[in-house]
């Protein structure tokens, strides 16, 4: 099984839309979760953590399932600049840091007008 | 906004010559990592960097790689006898408070030929 598991997609959908990525990891031991964002060719930058009672920023929701090692991300009413690749990513935490981080290959989201 | 810096953005070079890739992580981050990216494939840990020594380090960093911290500000990584397989894109980021968050750099391009 592989360690973060994406659909790769592409999703391709109308401007407005609510579209959502799911992401499974394999490491039960996994102690930090988060989806980043990479546009083509450029570095990946954090998009929000996730957190096992759910969070939101503005028009994205992020859901843990550490039963399940389900992740899942939200964006509704999307936008043309929403379009790039979504990573899912988690860590084992080491010490005081965050640890090395594992990338799923992510998912691919394109919006059109 | 405090941001990492990677330098140079490509390089190109032929295989079996030595690269040194450079990142100036952000002035208080205690922590730093190299992934790396192959064209088309997820992000890959190769390496993380605390208190002067590594601390942890992936399969890929085999003894062709090695990384320093040569003085206060720059931390760089360099491949000895570059391979074609080598050819990747490599991330810097740097880990640090407020929020244990891992900060990417833009990136160095590099095509061993």
């Known amino acids: 099984r592989k360690e973060v598991e994406q659909d790769p997609g592409p999703f391709n959908v109308p401007e407005g839309a609510t579209v959502a990525f799911n992401c499974t990891y394999s490491?039960?031991?996994?102690?930090?979760f988060f989806w980043y964002r990479q546009d083509c060719r450029k570095e990946p930058k954090l998009l929000m953590s996730?957190?096992?009672s759910g969070n939101e920023d503005g028009r994205f929701t992020a859901q843990l399932n550490r039963a399940s090692q389900y992740i899942s991300l939200l964006i509704r009413d999307s936008k043309l600049s929403d379009s790039a690749t979504y990573l899912c990513?988690?860590?084992?935490?080491?010490?005081?840091?965050?640890?090395?981080?594992?990338f799923g290959k992510g998912t691919k989201l394109s919006v059109k007008p | 906004e405090p941001e990492v810096t990677q330098t140079p953005s490509h390089q190109v070079t032929q295989m079996g010559q030595e690269v040194i890739l450079r990142c100036v992580p952000i002035?208080?981050?205690?922590?730093f990592y190299w992934y790396r990216q192959i064209l088309g494939q997820k992000v890959e840990f190769l390496v993380s960097?605390?208190?002067?020594?590594?601390?942890?380090k992936s399969e890929i960093f085999d003894d062709q790689f090695s990384v320093e911290r040569p003085d206060g500000s720059n931390f760089t990584l360099k491949i000895r006898s570059t391979k074609l397989e080598d050819s990747a894109m490599y991330f810097c980021?740097?880990?640090?408070?407020?929020?244990?968050?891992?900060?990417f750099g833009p990136g160095t391009r590099l095509l061993v030929l």
């Open positions: 996730v957190y096992s």
């Open positions: 960097f605390y208190n002067n020594e590594i601390s942890e």
């Open positions: 980021a740097s880990e640090g408070p407020p929020q244990e968050t891992q900060y």
């Open positions: 990513v988690v860590n084992k935490g080491n010490g005081g840091s965050q640890g090395n981080l594992i």
């Open positions: 002035s208080n981050h205690l922590y």
């Open positions: 490491n039960s031991a996994s102690q930090s």
